[in-house]
């Protein structure tokens, strides 16, 4: 990236240069999305633009159907566009082929979904160690690293249990656990608590803060919950295949003190 030019003559008290903005870890372009049903081609994705910055978390909300889920799939490149980019490390994504794809997934994204979709029969820190096992890690050092994960979400004794043993909130810590694993650039979380009670949900969000604040990581949300989505630093909104921001106050209620 290049930087600004700063001129040596620059007059006393002229004002600095806005600072060049990092460029975005994500670039979604022109999306565009239709599923074949019985009655015909379904246009959920027509036109969709969207970009994230390095630590930044982006809110994405919309009624059901819109095709929230369907642009969170695409963008962590498990499903198509009909047409359309996704850039990250300057590539197209969907240049690539599946395998090159499902490899480049794992290594870079972590996702949380809304039923966490771990696996029943096995314990929490197995689940955690998957995506490492997946990536070429050994088993002990996967271990290893789950143990820590599950201490970080603060679940380390309950690393033996199997998910039927937790609670909602606890087992979603798990799925954020497994979404670390591979230590990815770009979390994406579709209704993360769109399962859990109030306190739950408030623990989720101030883990994810976390996640942010320490690890720089950046988030994706798609959310039904407007607490949540003003906690993010931007939202969108998502309806007749576009994406729209929504200003902020404009999710009702006065933003968060302290938040932008
Ligand atoms: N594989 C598919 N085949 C056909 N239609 C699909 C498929 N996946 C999604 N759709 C349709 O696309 C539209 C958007 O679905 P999507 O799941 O993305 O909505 P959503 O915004 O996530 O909704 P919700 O808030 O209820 O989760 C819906 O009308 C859905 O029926
Ligand atoms: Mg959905």
């Known amino acids: 990236m290049s930087s ?26 022109g999306l565009q999305k239709a599923f074949r049903t019985s ?10 633009h969207l970009e994230v910055a390095p630590g ?11 095709g929230k889920s369907t642009l969170l799939h695409i ?5 198509r566009p009909t047409w359309g980019q996704v850039w990250m490390d300057g590539q197209d994504l969907f240049a690539q082929s599946d395998a090159a794809l499902a490899e480049f997934r794992n290594r870079t994204l972590g996702f949380v979904f809304q039923f966490h979709h771990l696996l029943g029969e096995f314990t929490a820190v197995e689940n955690v160690m998957m995506p490492g096992l997946i990536s070429g890690l050994r088993v002990a050092q996967a271990r290893a690293r789950a143990l820590e994960l599950l201490g970080y979400v603060g679940l380390e004794d309950w690393a033996e249990h ?16 497994r979404a670390l694993m591979n230590s990815p650039r770009l979390i994406l979380a579709d209704e993360p608590s769109g399962n859990l009670d109030l306190d739950s949900a408030t623990e989720l969000f101030a883990l994810l803060d976390r996640l942010r604040q320490e690890q720089g990581v950046s988030l994706v949300l798609v959310t039904h919950d407007h607490d949540l989505a003003r906690r993010a630093d931007r939202t969108l909104r998502l309806a007749e295949g576009v994406v729209t921001p929504v200003p902020p106050g404009g999710l009702g209620g006065p933003p968060e003190p302290g938040r932008a």
């Open 56 to 66: 930044e978390c982006v809110a994405i909300i919309g009624a059901s159907g819109a």
């Open 4 to 29: 600004p030019s700063i001129g040596a003559e620059r007059a006393v008290g002229e004002r600095r240069p806005e600072p060049v903005p990092a460029a975005p870890i994500m670039r979604a372009v």
């Open 75 to 79: 963008l962590g490149a498990l499903d």
């Open 39 to 48: 009655r015909g081609s379904l246009a959920v994705l027509r036109d969709v």
């Open 162 to 177: 199997r998910p039927s043993e937790l609670s909602g909130g606890e087992q979603q810590r798990v799925a954020v656990a």
